[in-house]
């Protein structure tokens, strides 16, 4: 186990630290996955944004992180996109 897996286990056991983290892990999620979508269709973010009918900025945001997207929104993606969402439990 690193130092960091290590950090992250003992901070864990401080509910807010646990639930403030398991967050940002979803951010990353979603992040990584709009982006790797954006990236499949071969477009830039005001590509995307314009194919998905939500404002460039809000592409943006979710790609860096500094967007707690919803799954509505998320879910209205994919449809613009013809895919689905898939959320799974770990």
Known sequence: MT???EFIKEFSKDSKFKRDFEEADMRTEAALAVRSLREQLGLTQAE???LVGKPQSTISRIET????????LLEEIGA???RRLNIKYV
Do not use: C, H, V, Y
């Not at 992180?65 to 509505?72: L, S, Y």
């Open 65 to 72: 992180e500094e967007m707690n997207p919803t799954f509505k």
């Open 48 to 50: 995307f944004a314009e």
């Open 80 to 82: 613009k996109t013809n």
């Open 3 to 5: 130092q960091t897996d």
